[in-house]
């Protein structure tokens, strides 16, 4: 290259001495491919012939769809991926994954001609003892995770966690006896590991980080990482693991990161896990020591490491955060990572921000205003045709979208209100953003379209997309058989008072209630200009605590009474946790026609 040749701008219009993608060799193109999605390919192929035989002899649609059964096990009876390209008709590998993405979105989408099959506990995974209850699950392609804790207030609060695989639909993996629920579950297939949350009561003990093998082996416990407290203890708000991350040039087995909050302010850390094997050899540095079951350890600043093959445990970034971050609420790729914060207690509510950090320098890229987003955040960059996107939907109702890369609020559209945090879930649905939010009895499916590529004035202006509400599922039919159930498990242990702390709080409520309407009604008509501002001021302050209050009712209301727990989904399932530890399936593969199902009524 001549170093008088002023340096090329990619933004410029190609010239003629310029390579297009056209001139690249054949096993080079080949690797692009394999990073790109199909919606992206689909798009390519369109622009030339020679393009289209490419794509065609490097034979992505047959990869895609092994991709695809292997992420989406449960798919494996749609698809045969053995049978020869001639033989699957006019277009071969691509139409068969066209045809099961028609297929699927049919099915989800609201019409008269089909109903999801719905199951009750019918499923393998919804095998408990009798005095449990399932109190939290996690759902991917291959595994099933159950949380199962006491079932009524009597009960002994004992946890205890199971894996199935749904490939076997077998139970792979128990671990009991956790006196700690578990909390903001992560789990890597890929590396066998699975992470949750310890909750430590004491104010000066830092929460820790428990470490178990995904599948079973004699001893699946790894290691228990103590989250460093500076001097008070660091409470971990919530965990996010993902595979095979780069930080800079260094690509990571797993990385989780850990957002913790101390002395009214917060860090966000994150952790890297290898899968590694500790002896004196290996570890010459530290003082091995033999506890009294005869197993040797070796003890650091985060605690103890057991010999063995067990997980090695690296800090690779932090970010300190001028706020209190929230609890449940975190997400992040290898270009950005996203948060919500709270306001302290001190001061009003209204005070929230969505944090945006730049992994690339660990540093926060944006501080954005959002109103009271308390229930949902779910990051993007799910699909790399679309802009870098987080999700959030609010107390306030509004489902709004923030484009990551500029700081700006792309939507922002009203919704039914989520009653829990765990109320929402998302998936890359062919190329879509699908969006499910769980009121108290429904579960709500939203399509978030985006345009592949968006024009430079759409850029500039808010970009437009078409947001669709495709569908409603409802537990409702099923919730009168829960009602007892819920009374039951709600009954105080022999020996309390009657009188239960939720309903209390639902009687404070209601007297406050009647007191912010009393003060209300005595604001008089201001009888001087300048006093005008002053009660309209008062007037919008005490509706906002009337909302406030109203909202309160809400969520007593939905504890009290049987509502929808947890929501997750994958192609071709949503699956509901309520709060009595029933888990609804809806099966949209198994879809019947509903003509039929009335007939057999």
């Known amino acids: 290259m001549d170093p008088d040749e002023p340096i090329c701008n990619p933004q410029d219009p190609p010239g003629d001495g310029d390579t297009n993608i056209q001139q690249m060799p054949e096993d080079c193109l080949g690797l692009i491919l394999d990073l790109l999605d199909p919606v992206t390919v689909a798009t390519l192929e369109k622009t030339s012939r020679h393009m289209y035989s490419l794509i065609q002899t490097h034979q992505y649609w047959r990869r895609a769809l092994k991709k695809l059964v292997l992420k989406h096990p449960y798919l494996g009876h749609k698809i045969d991926t053995e049978t020869e390209e001639e033989d699957l008709g006019k277009e071969g590998c691509k139409g068969v994954y066209k045809s099961l993405a028609k297929e699927l979105n049919l099915f989800w989408k609201k019409n008269e001609k089909f109903k999801p099959l719905t199951l009750r506990n019918d499923q393998y995974f919804c095998e408990k003892d009798e005095r449990q209850k399932i109190v939290s699950m996690k759902v991917t392609g291959n595994y099933f995770i159950t949380v199962l804790g006491p079932r009524t207030r009597s009960d002994l609060a004992v946890y205890s966690l199971r894996v199935f695989d749904r490939n076997t639909k077998k139970k792979i993996n128990e671990i009991s006896n956790l006196i700690d629920k578990p909390e903001y579950l992560a789990f890597s297939p890929k590396y066998n590991i699975m992470v949750a949350k310890s909750h430590e009561t004491c104010p000066s003990m830092p929460d820790t980080l428990n470490i178990w093998t995904l599948e079973f082996q004699s001893d699946p416990f790894l290691r228990a990482y103590h989250l460093k407290s500076s001097g008070l203890g660091a409470r971990c708000t919530a965990l996010v693991l993902k595979e095979d991350i780069f930080f800079g040039s260094l690509k990571k087995d797993c990385v989780v990161m850990c957002p913790t909050r101390y002395n009214n302010k917060s860090v966000v850390r994150f952790l890297a896990l290898t899968r590694a094997s500790f002896c004196p050899d290996s570890f010459p ?278 509502a929808i727990e947890a929501v997750a989904a994958d192609l071709s399932h949503i699956f509901v946790l309520t709060n009595t530890g029933d888990i609804m399936t809806f099966d949209f593969c198994e879809s019947s026609p509903i003509d039929e199902s009335i007939g057999e009524d």
């Open 285 to 562: 540095a530290g003082a091995w020591k033999t506890d009294s079951a005869g197993d040797r350890f070796v003890k650091t600043n985060n605690g103890l490491i057991y010999e063995g093959h067990k997980v090695a445990v690296e800090e690779v970034g932090r970010v300190h955060i001028p706020h209190l971050v929230q609890l449940g609420v975190a997400d992040f790729t290898d270009k950005w990572a996203i948060l919500f914060s709270e306001a302290p207690k001190e001061l009003p509510d209204r005070n929230i921000h969505l944090i945006v950090i730049d992994m690339a320098n660990m540093s926060i890229r944006h501080i954005l205003k959002a109103y009271e987003p308390r229930i949902a955040v779910y990051g993007a960059s799910l699909h790399t045709q679309e802009p870098d996107v987080a999700v959030a939907v609010g107390k306030d109702g509004y489902l709004k979208v923030f484009d990551l890369d500029t700081g700006r609020e792309l939507t922002n559209q009203r919704v039914p209100k989520p009653m829990a945090r765990t109320n929402t879930t998302i998936i890359d649905f062919f190329g879509t953003t699908r969006f499910m939010l769980g009121s108290i009895t429904d579960i709500h499916v939203f399509d978030l379209q985006f345009p592949l590529y968006p024009s430079p004035e759409a850029k500039l202006d808010r970009i437009e997309r078409r947001r669709e509400h495709i569908r409603t599922v409802s537990i409702y039919g099923e919730v009168w058989d829960m009602v007892e159930e819920r009374a039951l498990q709600l009954a105080p242990p022999p020996g309390v008072h009657a009188l239960d702390p939720l309903m209390q709080l639902q009687q404070n409520l209601a007297a406050l209630n009647q007191v912010n309407q009393a003060i209300e009604a005595n604001i008089v008509r201001p009888e001087l200009p300048e006093e005008a501002d002053r009660v309209e001021q008062l007037m919008v302050e005490f509706r906002a605590v009337q909302q406030r209050i109203h909202d309160l009712n809400q969520e007593m209301e939905a504890r009290i009474s049987v």
